[in-house]
């Protein structure tokens, strides 16, 4: 079972930028197909970015498409999300997942392990 732990997040102006972590542990990285997802009160989990297990494979949200970019260091089991001109309505808790196999997941349900999450705020 691989623990996953994010970090980076905190409270910015919009048009700021951010870069979030997701450090693995207890498996290596390298196996698992990963995404990030947010989550903002009364909302339902969406989906952010994904990437492969190499890292050539990537997809985005349309609502984060162009201003960010997923990507990851299996060297040092850790998963980035760089976040550019960040809005107010990317406020949300933001986590990182963790899947085996290598189909692309977009939806929750499609991953087996979940981070805590890391609150990301922006200002208007």
């Known amino acids: 079972q691989v623990q996953l732990v994010e970090s980076g997040g905190g409270l910015v102006q919009a048009g700021g930028s951010l870069r979030l972590s997701c450090a693995a542990s207890?498996?290596?990285?390298?196996?698992?197909?990963m995404g990030w997802f947010r989550q903002a009160p009364g909302k339902e989990r969406e989906f952010v970015a994904a990437i492969s297990q190499s890292g050539v494979n990537t997809h985005y949200a349309d609502s984060v498409k162009g201003r960010s970019s997923i990507s990851r260091d299996n060297d040092k089991n850790t998963v980035y999300l760089q976040m550019n001109s960040l809005k107010p309505e990317d406020t949300a808790v933001y986590y990182c997942?963790?899947?085996?196999?290598?189909?692309?997941?977009?939806?929750?349900?499609?991953?087996?392990?979940w981070g805590q999450g890391t609150q990301v705020t922006v200002s208007s």
């Open positions: 207890g498996r290596t990285l390298r196996k698992y197909f």
């Open positions: 997942a963790a899947k085996t196999g290598v189909m692309t997941a977009t939806t929750p349900s499609q991953y087996d392990t």
